[in-house]
């Protein structure tokens, strides 16, 4: 079935440095990656999202990259802050319209 | 506008019960998701209901249910329950399948 792979499942980046967390996907039809972030105890938001007709999108210190020849895309932070610290959760909408998420990423911005 | 809410916040159960979830969209969605969080896990999708309709559904057993009113509010049915379903709950609504999804702040069950 369609799968979705995030890595690393822990990231621990100095403040003020970039943070890079990767997502694979298997269903050649995703069309849709959103990017999720969820606070220690609070709901998961959205934060960015891409859509396959682009390859990149940025907003402020973070940006999306999308490689749909190699299905994978990627989340970066640039200069990080304690309020990044947080989990991660990439997504992909596929065949069916089904989201599948991956694992999560728990990202430490240490001071 | 109100945000997503799921009641009850927390439940206590035992095996072998079973137990309904549920959960008010954003007025205007008709889009409502259910999953599962682990830790280790991630958000596992349970199904997804459009217009009283199930779309999609999970890797589940059928001991997972759920259903969806004219109202677009939703409700989830664990049936006899196991020490693994102890987890959070989360419904996310949505205006469209392939829009953002807004998350609730979850239901928190415990199975002793």
């Known amino acids: 079935g369609e799968n979705v792979e995030q890595h690393p499942s822990t990231l621990s980046v100095q403040e003020g440095d970039s943070a890079v967390i990767k997502c694979t996907y298997s269903d050649s039809a995703s069309n849709y990656f959103p990017w999720y972030k969820q606070e220690l105890g609070k709901r998961p938001q959205l934060i960015i999202d891409i859509r396959s007709n682009v390859g990149e999108k940025k907003d402020q210190r973070i940006a999306v990259t999308l490689n749909k020849t190699a299905k994978h895309f990627s989340l970066h932070i640039t200069e990080t802050q304690p309020e990044d610290s947080a989990v991660y959760f990439c997504a992909a909408l596929g065949r069916d319209d089904k989201i599948i998420f991956g694992k999560g990423t728990r990202l430490h911005i240490l001071p | 506008k109100a945000g997503v809410t799921q009641t009850p916040r927390y439940l206590i159960k035992t095996r072998g019960q079973q137990v309904t979830l549920s959960c008010s969209p954003i007025s205007g969605h008709r889009s409502v998701s259910w999953y599962q969080q682990t830790p280790g896990q991630g958000l596992q999708f349970l199904f997804e209901?459009?217009?009283?309709?199930?779309?999609n559904k999970g890797n589940f057993p059928g001991r997972f249910s759920g259903r969806q009113f004219s109202n677009s509010r939703s409700e989830m049915n664990v049936s006899t329950l196991e020490l693994g379903d102890s987890a959070l709950y989360l419904c996310a609504s949505s205006l469209k399948t392939s829009g953002e999804q807004f998350f609730g702040p979850g239901t928190r069950l415990t199975v002793l």
């Open positions: 209901y459009f217009s009283e309709t199930q779309r």
